[in-house]
């Protein structure tokens, strides 16, 4: 698969393979699932417009699916990750890049957020570090243009080396 195809075989497989698990949640009266999107889903994604617009599907997908089971004993939570110290960046040839080359989250600490959130029935959680939150508020007032244009600074093929990490 292509680095275009792949983020789309994500988004019709999360929407036609949740049903099984979701209507057998349902019917049990009981259940939690947990999507993984990215902060990536906040922010328009230049250079990774796929990747980014996939994760807002996945993020709206989840927010619209926990309504809809809200009376049914089964929650859903949308994880929404800063860029973590995975090999995603290194397997999407992304080193070269600011977001890929600068300083990030732990991944332990990640999934420790996510499981807390997905356990409290939380609807989404901001992971990483106080710092990533604050950013993460900051951004809900920011225009998509700025923002639009923040992440093009940090995933612009050959620009890495000297930034802290951004949007992922
Ligand atoms: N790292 C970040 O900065 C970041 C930030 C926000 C969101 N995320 C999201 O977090 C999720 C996990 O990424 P990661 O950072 O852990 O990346 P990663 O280190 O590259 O790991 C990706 C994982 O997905 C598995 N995988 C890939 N394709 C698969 C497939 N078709 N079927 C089943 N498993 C498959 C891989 O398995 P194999 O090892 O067997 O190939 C690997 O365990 C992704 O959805 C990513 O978008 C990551």
Do not use: C, W
Not at 88 to 111: I, L, M, Q, W
Request: net charge neutral; hydrophobic share 40%; no cysteine.
């Amino acid at each position: 698969m292509t680095t275009t195809e792949r983020p789309l075989a994500l988004v019709t497989g999360a929407s036609s393979g949740i049903g099984y698990a979701m209507a057998a949640m349902s019917t049990r009266g009981t259940g939690k699932i947990l999507f993984t999107s990215s902060v990536a889903a906040l922010t328009p994604g230049p250079f990774e417009a796929v990747y980014a617009a996939s994760k807002a599907f996945l993020h709206s997908f989840a927010e619209a699916l926990r309504n809809e089971l809200k009376d049914s004993g089964v929650t859903v939570t949308s994880l929404l990750p800063r860029p973590t110290d995975t090999e995603f960046f290194e397997r999407a040839g992304k080193e070269d890049t600011r977001v890929g080359s600068g300083k990030k989250d732990d991944p332990a600490e990640v999934a420790r957020q996510g499981f807390d959130a997905l356990m409290k029935g939380d609807d989404k959680v901001v992971a990483g570090s106080f710092v990533n939150k604050v950013q993460g508020v900051a951004g809900r007032i920011t225009p998509d243009t700025a923002k639009a244009a923040m992440h093009r600074r940090m995933a612009e093929p050959g620009k890495g080396g000297t930034s802290p990490a951004g949007d992922e």
